[in-house]
Nanobody, 117 residues
Framework: QVQLVESGGGLVQAGGSLRLSCAASGSIFSFDVMGWYRQAPGKQREWVAVITSGGTTNYADSVKGRFTISRDNAKNTVYLQMNSLKPEDTAVYYC???????????WGQGTQLTVSS
């Protein structure tokens, strides 16, 4: 069973920075895509950033230029560096790992980010 554990959330002032981490219980090489999603109160979960096994990244327009997703294969960890944070970034951030063969999509328990104005 794949386990993903997020950490690094907290309270930060607008304009500040924070880095989230997602540690996987096994090798992240087995996943085709890993990503970060977020869910704000009263809203649907939305994707934030993804990174493929080949290192290709993609970002939601709302975070492009401010957030950076990266991976450390040796540590089986994916990171989300968040800069120039805004109050609208406040949400629970979830890590996701997905693979095609065998098919699977796994979620972490989430970590809360609160950005104060």
């Amino acid at each position: 069973q794949v386990q993903l554990v997020e950490s690094g959330g907290g309270l930060v002032q607008a304009g500040g920075s924070l880095r989230l981490s997602c540690a996987a219980s096994g090798s992240i090489f087995s996943f085709d895509v890993m990503g970060w999603y977020r869910q704000a109160p009263g809203k649907q979960r939305e994707w934030v950033a993804v990174i493929t096994s080949g290192g290709t990244t993609n970002y939601a327009d709302s975070v492009k230029g401010r957030f950076t997703i990266s991976r450390d294969n040796a540590k089986n960890t994916v990171y989300l560096q968040m800069n120039s944070l805004k109050p609208e970034d406040t949400a629970v951030y979830y890590c996701n790992a997905a693979r095609v063969t065998p098919w699977g999509s796994f979620w972490g328990q989430g970590t809360q980010l609160t950005v104060s104005s």
